[in-house]
């Protein structure tokens, strides 16, 4: 298994899986904001273009025998309060494993890339969100260090 940042020729495959993502998330979670129909790989490609070749983005993938197989995605950000002495955070915007590859600890090397990514920035802290139905993501991300510090509520009016 093979992990590198991504190229333009990785875009449609990274997509695809970013794609994969938020199918899973509507999934899992049954929330109501995540009501959409079928995704286009065009429109995530666009977005995931502007991670290419950045000096405060990054998309590392893995790859089994010239397969895209997980992405991991970060940027740097603001920190959420601004009275921190906290300035910049890195932020993981998405990250998924295909489902036969899980539990083999590609997802523990994407966030281990990810996270010295940040760290060569001098960032401090990685952050990152997920639903609260998503039991899921929860339980991946407490086993690779992550510990809720922050939680959003929403009221339906």
């Known amino acids: 298994m093979k992990f590198r940042e991504m190229s333009h020729s990785d875009l449609a495959q990274v997509a695809f899986l970013h794609n994969e993502l938020a199918y899973f998330i509507k999934r899992e979670t049954k929330d109501e904001y995540w009501d959409f129909e079928e995704l286009n790989i065009e429109g995530i490609s666009q977005h995931l273009k502007a991670f290419i070749n950045s000096e405060e983005r990054k998309v590392i993938i893995a790859e089994e025998r010239g397969r895209i197989i997980g992405f991991i995605a970060g940027e740097v950000v603001s920190c959420h309060l601004p009275i921190s002495s906290i300035r910049?955070?890195?932020?993981?915007?998405?990250?998924?494993?295909?489902?036969?590859?899980?539990?083999?600890?590609?997802?523990?090397?994407?966030?281990?890339?990810?996270?010295?990514?940040?760290?060569?920035?001098?960032?401090?802290?990685?952050?990152?969100?997920?639903?609260?139905?998503?039991?899921?993501?929860?339980?991946?991300?407490?086993?690779?260090?992550?510990?809720?510090?922050?939680?959003?509520a929403r009221k339906k009016i």
């Not at 990810?114 to 991300?141: P, T």
Request: positive net charge; hydrophobic residues 45%.
């Open 88 to 152: 910049k955070v890195g932020y993981i915007s998405g990250a998924y494993v295909l489902p036969e590859f899980r539990g083999k600890g590609v997802m523990r090397t994407l966030e281990s890339e990810m996270v010295m990514f940040f760290q060569a920035l001098g960032l401090k802290y990685a952050e990152l969100n997920f639903l609260s139905r998503n039991h899921i993501a929860r339980k991946s991300w407490e086993a690779l260090g992550y510990e809720v510090f922050r939680e959003q």
